[in-house]
């Protein structure tokens, strides 16, 4: 059973940085795309980021030139480095796998992890 866990958030001022982490586990072939998605209260889930298994980076115009995405993909693992925080940062952020090939399935399949809450102080 593919599993996604992420770490790495908690309390920053603005101006300050995290850099968040995602570790995908089980019998996993590979990855096609990982991302970034966040939710900030009374709000909906929206792409902070993502990275194909070929390098392709997409950031939402938000986060642009702040937040940087990175994948280990030997290790099925993803990273989030954000920095020049900022209140409106604040949000649960939540790690997505996408075109996952493992062992459990036949099909190509998306993952969710359960969130990492990021809280930016003003």
């Known amino acids: 059973q593919v599993q996604l866990g992420e770490s790495g958030g908690g309390l920053v001022q603005a101006g300050g940085s995290l850099r968040l982490s995602c570790a995908a586990s089980?019998?996993?072939?590979?990855?096609?795309?990982m991302g970034w998605y966040r939710q900030a209260p009374g709000k909906q889930r929206e792409l902070v980021a993502t990275?194909?298994?070929?390098?392709?980076?997409r950031y939402a115009d938000s986060v642009k030139g702040r937040f940087t995405i990175s994948r280990d993909n030997a290790e099925n693992t993803m990273y989030l480095q954000m920095n020049n925080l900022k209140p409106e940062d604040t949000a649960h952020y939540y790690c997505?796998?996408?075109?996952?090939?493992?062992?459990?399935?036949?099909?190509?399949?998306?993952?969710w992890g359960k969130g990492t809450l990021v809280t930016v102080s003003s």
């Open positions: 997505n796998a996408d075109g996952v090939r493992s062992l459990d399935s036949w099909y190509l399949r998306n993952y």
């Open positions: 089980g019998s996993i072939l590979s990855i096609n795309v």
């Open positions: 990275l194909t298994i070929g390098g392709t980076t």
